[in-house]
């Protein structure tokens, strides 16, 4: 069976560090959840700290207590990360590899191009892109099966979470899903 992610939006940093160390509780691996949210806090720290000798859109190891702090900081790759065009954003997980691999030449780019990488639908894409731009926080965890995938549902929804959305069923509305069901079993 594929990898599905489950996908939600927190609408702050203290709901996002809650989600993440439930996750964590859980048992969730933190190499299959991934955050993103623009970087308005740290940026001037950060750019200090670094003098930024990165290149334009390379991921730039965090060290900066502000971003590895709390739960967050368990993620995998946590760091600064430019979009081209969108301006710098904190990401961790394998949205960072989903970001960096667009290509200039890419159709769809920025944020959009990453969360379609990530097998979120066009349309779910552009909307979370929204989202993030206006400060909220995306939150993503790939999951093996469909346990998995109602744990963390579950857990997006206790912690308040909105938008909660998962690949492989985000495009398929729920009638023609149950339909399926009652004919195909």
Known sequence: MSKKSVF???????????????????????SDISVLFPDKE???????ERNTKAPEGAVAGATTGGIAGGALGWLVGIGALSIPGVGPFIAAGPIIAALSGIGVGATVGGI??????????????????????AGNILISVHTEDADEGAAAKRIFKEAGAEDISSTGEASVPKAAKDNYAMHHH
């Open 8 to 30: 939600c939006i927190a609408t702050s940093r203290i709901q996002a560090e809650r989600i993440v160390a439930s996750l964590r509780s859980a048992n969730f691996s933190s």
């Open 42 to 48: 740290t940026t001037r720290d950060f750019a200090h």
């Open 112 to 133: 959009t191009g990453g969360l379609i990488g990530l097998g979120i639908p066009e349309f779910e894409a552009k909307r979370y892109e929204g989202k993030i731009k």
